[in-house]
């Protein structure tokens, strides 16, 4: 099937855009690589009047050093920080958590803000940025506000994004030297959503300590008091007390399925502590 008439614009700039968002009265719909937008349009899932694409604008393009945050612009493409373009990210989780999505043809195009806006439960930005507790630029033509990541996901493919609002950019506290993560994910294949992962971020300078389980059937959860105890102790949990973890964050899950998830959160955590590194 073909999406229903649209009309598309560019806007030059993102002032411009705002304003097409604002006159739009929630008909218009910001567009960035349109790889989950398309196939919604295609399948008449998404229905807008118009659409004004956001993923060329210069301000949402970029990588910058604000304030000790690092601020990644929300047009900048999946590909461009798996490939380095950003000197900032280069050898960072996110150029790992980049080439990992989807395949490359998706990741060519494919954008932060967009993914987090389409809040799949499943997508690794959604999982990422929850545990690197990043903040959410989100602006619109009446102005700007941040928005942490724990409180803008409510829901499978359900944010706290009103109409007229964008994703700017996304704020990412800069990690110490000697932090360390793991990103794991299953899936059945190559290139597909994962079925269960975990993203775990660990920096002793700062005390920040995050443990995040991800592709459940809302938002990603994190499990504080695991992540705490793995901080102080360094070492690999009890499979009791990762199932006690999971159990609490993700009570509607059978018995396979925490099974999957505990399975990978070890695999994670292997990652932090380096056994994987070491073994390969
Ligand atoms: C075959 C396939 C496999 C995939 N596999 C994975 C995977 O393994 N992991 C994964 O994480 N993702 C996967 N994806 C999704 C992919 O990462 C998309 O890039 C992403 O979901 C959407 O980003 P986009 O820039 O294309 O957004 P669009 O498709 O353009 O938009 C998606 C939604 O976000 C809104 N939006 C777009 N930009 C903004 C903005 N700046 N501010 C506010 N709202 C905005 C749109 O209105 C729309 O509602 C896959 C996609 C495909 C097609």
């Not at 000697?178 to 269960?196: I, L």
């Not at 443990?211 to 059937?217: Q, R, S, T």
Request: with cysteine.
């Amino acid at each position: 099937m073909k999406a229903a008439l649209f009309d598309y614009t560019r806007p030059a700039d993102l002032q411009q855009g705002l304003q097409l968002l604002a006159e739009g009265a929630g008909d218009t719909k910001p567009m960035g690589g349109s790889q989950s937008l398309g196939p919604m349009l295609n399948l008449r899932l998404a229905r807008p009047r118009a659409v004004v694409d956001v993923s060329r604008l210069p301000g949402m393009r970029e990588v910058t050093v604000e304030a000790g945050a690092l601020r990644i612009g929300g047009s900048v493409t999946h590909a461009e920080i798996e490939d380095g373009v950003f000197p900032e990210l280069r050898g960072t989780l996110l150029q790992t958590v980049a080439a990992g999505i989807a395949y490359r043809a998706v990741r060519n195009r494919g954008t932060v803000a967009g993914s987090l806006a389409h809040a799949d439960p499943a997508a690794d930005w959604v999982l990422a940025m929850t545990a690197l507790a990043a903040r959410l630029e989100i602006v619109s033509a009446s102005g700007k506000r941040l928005l942490p990541m724990e409180r803008f996901m409510l829901g499978a493919y359900t944010t706290a994004l009103e109409a007229g609002e964008l994703i700017a950019a996304v704020h990412i506290p800069r990690l110490g030297a000697d932090a360390r993560w793991g990103y794991t994910k299953f899936c059945r294949k190559p290139g597909e959503f994962a079925e269960a992962s975990c993203c775990a971020v660990f920096d002793a300078d700062s005390g920040f300590a995050r443990i995040v389980i991800g592709a459940l059937d809302g938002a990603p959860r994190a499990l504080p008091g695991l992540a705490a105890a793995f901080a102080a102790s360094g070492a690999l949990p009890s499979r009791d007390e990762v199932q006690a973890a999971i159990a609490a964050a993700a009570p509607g899950k059978d018995a396979v399925d925490r099974k999957l998830i505990a399975a990978t959160l070890r695999r994670c955590l292997e990652e932090v502590l380096g056994h994987e590194k070491e073994s390969a």
